[in-house]
């Protein structure tokens, strides 16, 4: 079963999750291998998986109408009959105390690696308000503990948003691998999560939790001046699968570069800025085989996206 009450997800595997396990194709499980055809009646049968990976979310962290799009969504896609999950970085300004944030302690525990340094990974989760879907939040509290967000106090840009961003990311797709949970859309917003479809095409393509994932991108305005540090791609190259050649739309780890990053990785983008820079625009036109949902004004967005999400499981 899938549902609980205790913050504890997932508890035992599902016997949904059991047969896609045993039924992805060219994949075995001890003597079990079966057959294609079943495969293809089976996984239909099953609710949609929607997974949302964002940096901001009314009402943990509102710095852009990215919050209001991230928090509505998926109330709308539960209510639609699909199972929501939803991973942010737990920022030290939410307060845990208000929105009742608790640890998952069979999750946490993970240590994600970073330059062949050690983060432990810890897992906290929350209740979103006013709906019945909780929101995984990961905490590290060399990351974390501070009390903002991309900025101190002075508004200045902190030096390791790199290191952050990376254990961000990895540390996603590190969590839903434990879950063993496998998406069919994997929907990225914000910059933050940029790397996300980067690792899911190298270092994760040959994990079964990620077969059947189609990757969407949220592309938004310029967030941040300036550049990530300069041992950012040292850094975010955290396998041997990925070569230089697969990072060198980031290289120039600036807030266009990442969003171009996201982009190229995925198989479809969503504008989510009415103003979204022009040259922004002319670069996704270099995609012409890749779908686009440009933006869409007020509450109507919620029909538009689910409705891309529909197309894009179709591909």
């Not at 906290?124 to 101190?152: C, H, I, M, T, W």
């Not at 990225?188 to 990757?215: D, Q």
């Not at 739309?249 to 820079?277: C, H, M, P, Q, T």
Request: glycine share 6%; with cysteine; net charge positive.
């Amino acid at each position: 079963m899938n549902k609980a009450s205790d913050g504890n997800l997932p508890p035992v595997v599902s016997f949904q999750e059991i047969l896609y396990y045993l039924c992805t194709p060219n994949f075995k499980r001890g003597y079990f291998n079966i057959p294609f055809f079943i495969h293809e009646i089976l996984i239909p049968m099953q609710k949609k998986r929607i997974l949302i990976i964002t940096q901001e979310m009314k009402p943990y962290v509102m710095l852009s109408d990215m919050a209001r799009i991230a928090n509505q969504l998926p109330i709308h896609l539960q209510k639609e009959g699909m199972e929501i999950r939803v991973l942010m970085p737990r920022f030290g300004n939410i307060n845990e105390r208000r929105h009742r944030l608790h640890e998952v302690v069979r999750l946490s525990g993970m240590n994600i690696i970073i330059d062949n340094d050690d983060y432990p990974l810890i897992i906290k989760v929350a209740s979103l308000p006013g709906a019945r879907l909780q929101v995984y939040f990961l905490d590290n509290e060399d990351f974390f503990k501070r009390k903002f967000d991309f900025r101190d106090e002075n508004k200045n840009f902190y030096d390791d948003n790199a290191d952050r961003m990376i254990f961000f990311c990895k540390g996603a797709l590190e969590t839903v691998k434990k879950w063993g949970w496998p998406p069919d859309i994997i929907h990225c917003f914000g910059w933050m999560t940029s790397l996300v479809p980067l690792y899911i095409r190298t270092v994760y393509k040959r994990e079964p939790v990620f077969h059947n994932a189609r990757l969407i991108y949220s592309v938004y305005g310029s967030m941040f001046d300036g550049v990530l540090s300069k041992v950012f791609q040292k850094k975010a190259l955290i396998h041997k699968d990925i070569k230089d050649s697969d990072f060198e739309v980031f290289r120039k780890a600036d807030n266009a570069s990442l969003d171009k990053g996201g982009i190229f990785y995925s198989d479809g983008i969503i504008v989510g800025d009415e103003k979204l820079d022009k040259n922004m625009r002319n670069f996704m036109k270099n995609f012409k085989g890749k779908p686009v949902l440009d933006y869409v004004n007020g509450d109507q967005f919620l029909g538009a996206y689910q409705d891309f999400y529909q197309s894009m499981m179709k591909k």
